[in-house]
């Protein structure tokens, strides 16, 4: 009896010691490391960075795609974009140009998004009406 009863006040006081922690605390520091890493990358152009001229992160149409749909769904909605499938997808000196395309008998316009392969970055985002 004395041997359970040991074990279970070392199994409560280990518990409690590590939810002893509080959240805030956690989110406080790990909110100013970040802040620090955001900091040290946009002062200090030196800092090792897989993003460069040479290292494609969008390599495939199947990559493009997804990445577009994910800010296009979110701006103009997931069912508007998908009406305009086939996509028409072309990859033109490293930047994914990737439309919509009307239905025919359908008035309107179509979504153009261009994404530079090497860093995500969105150079145009439109949509026709």
């Not at 359908?106 to 969105?122: E, M, P, Q, R, Y």
Request: proline share 1%.
């Amino acid at each position: 009896m004395l041997k359970r009863l040991t074990y279970l006040l070392t199994f409560l006081t280990l518990t409690l010691s590590v939810y002893g922690q509080s959240k805030n605390d956690n989110d406080t520091l790990g909110a100013e490391r970040a802040r620090q890493n955001l900091i040290s990358a946009l002062s200090d152009t030196t800092q090792h960075n897989v993003i460069n001229s040479k290292f494609i992160i969008l390599d495939s149409e199947d990559k493009a795609i997804n990445f577009a749909e994910k800010i296009l769904f979110d701006i103009y909605g997931k069912k508007h974009i998908q009406n305009e499938k086939p996509y028409k997808v072309y990859n033109i000196d490293n930047y994914w140009v990737i439309s919509g395309t009307l239905r025919k008998g359908w008035k309107g316009g179509t979504f153009l998004i261009i994404i530079n392969s090497h860093d995500c970055k969105v150079v145009r985002l439109t949509h026709g009406k």
